[in-house]
């Protein structure tokens, strides 16, 4: 059964950093394109970041500069690396494998607040 493990969410204050980390079984990054998603309260899903198998990486408008997505093949994972964290980047946030119709994580919340 494939799983998607992710960790690294908390509370943060406004302008720190946190790195989510998304470690896969039964599927690899290496083959298949990995993101993040998120869903803020209210509100509907939407992509963060992604990186394709040949490693071109894509962001939400909303993140670029500030979020960085990278895979490490040899440990199966991918992170998300997120700078200046603002409120409005409240949310859970879920790793995917193979696209929108592929495989999920069970989320991470992460809340930046003061």
């Known amino acids: 059964q494939v799983q998607l493990v992710e960790s690294g969410g908390g509370l943060v204050q406004p302008g720190g950093s946190l790195r989510l980390s998304c470690t896969a079984s039964?599927?690899?990054?290496?083959?298949?394109?990995g993101g993040w998603y998120r869903r803020a309260p209210g509100k509907e899903r939407e992509l963060v970041a992604f990186?394709?198998?040949?490693?071109?990486?894509n962001y939400a408008d909303s993140v670029k500069g500030r979020f960085t997505i990278s895979r490490d093949n040899a440990k199966n994972t991918v992170y998300l690396q997120m700078n200046s964290l603002k409120p409005e980047d409240t949310a859970v946030y879920y790793c995917?494998?193979?696209?929108?119709?592929?495989?999920w994580g069970q989320g991470t919340q992460v809340t930046v607040s003061s």
């Open positions: 990186i394709t198998m040949g490693s071109s990486v």
């Open positions: 039964r599927i690899s990054f290496s083959i298949n394109a």
């Open positions: 995917n494998a193979g696209g929108e119709y592929g495989y």
